[in-house]
């Protein structure tokens, strides 16, 4: 019986594998590309308030890589928690949607080259004048989105923490405005749009520095789907080398945008 029950495994394991090895057959069988991301991290993936599409850097990625395969883009949006779920399961052909590297995420899954490189930082009340830096919120109450990078690297990084996880952002930052927590962990970029959101409401807030941690994040596709890999990576390959990376970055979070950011990454292979 564990024998056959062995063999039942392997064969399992073995039609995965051969259903994950075609995705780029699917993609061209059905005539659309389909790209898991958020929607509700801007500059990533958010609705844009005039057109009420979706757009973002990420967006702007899923779309590079539609146009390499000659079909048209399919949006899917899904939680944070979702994101890998749905990846294996075969619901979308590869999810552009924050997804920092972890060794965890990395068992699971195969990760493109870099496309971001993400400080995480942490938001605090302006009013508490104690909290300097992320030390400060050792053994404090600290909210992030749940299932993020930023929950687990506050329970890493933070010694004693108590992490409040909230499905979104909003709820995330709405439980430090009204006191429920201390602290709140997120990218960089979102914190300085929060900070900026806040600088004339009733709660100001403030970034702890140093970052709490550095996180690369890329496409997430199915494990050992090494063809459908092979295709995003040229494609973001092809974005550095024809400056169309910096042509993004700058789009959506240079000079001319709320977040004045200057670009200090290559994409280039995780080193996890």
Not at 42 to 49: A, K, L, R, V
Request: aromatic content about 6%.
């Amino acid at each position: 019986m564990k024998k056959i029950i062995s063999l039942l495994a392997l064969s399992c394991a073995a039609l995965t594998s051969v259903a994950h090895a075609d995705t780029l057959a699917d993609i061209k069988a059905r005539g659309k590309f389909i790209c898991g991301t958020m929607g509700t991290a801007e500059p990533f993936s958010f609705q844009d308030p005039k057109t009420r599409a979706v757009v973002g850097y990420e967006v702007d990625v899923c779309q590079a890589i539609a146009d390499s395969l000659g079909v048209p883009l399919e949006l899917k949006l899904i939680a944070v928690e979702a994101r890998i779920p749905e990846l294996i399961a075969g619901r979308v052909d590869v999810v552009a949607a924050n997804l920092g590297w972890t060794p965890q995420r990395a068992e699971q899954i195969d990760y493109s080259h870099q496309h971001f490189v993400s400080l995480q930082k942490i938001l605090a009340r302006e009013s508490e004048t104690a909290l300097k830096s992320p030390a400060d919120l050792a053994g404090k109450r600290v909210s992030a989105v749940r299932g993020s990078s930023s929950e687990q690297g506050a329970r890493k990084h933070i010694p004693n923490v108590d992490p409040v996880p909230f499905k979104d952002p909003s709820g995330a930052f709405l439980a430090l405005q009204q006191g429920k927590v201390s602290g709140f962990v997120g990218s960089e970029l979102m914190l300085v749009k929060l900070r900026q959101q806040a600088a004339t409401g009733a709660v100001p807030v403030k970034i702890l520095e140093p970052a709490l941690f550095v996180e690369p994040w890329g496409v997430g596709v199915r494990k050992g789907d090494t063809a459908m890999l092979t295709q995003v990576n040229k494609v973001l390959d092809g974005m550095e080398s024809s400056g169309k990376a910096n042509e993004l970055f700058d789009k959506w979070f240079g000079a001319n945008t709320p977040y004045g950011m200057k670009r200090d990454f290559r994409i280039e292979a995780i080193k996890g």
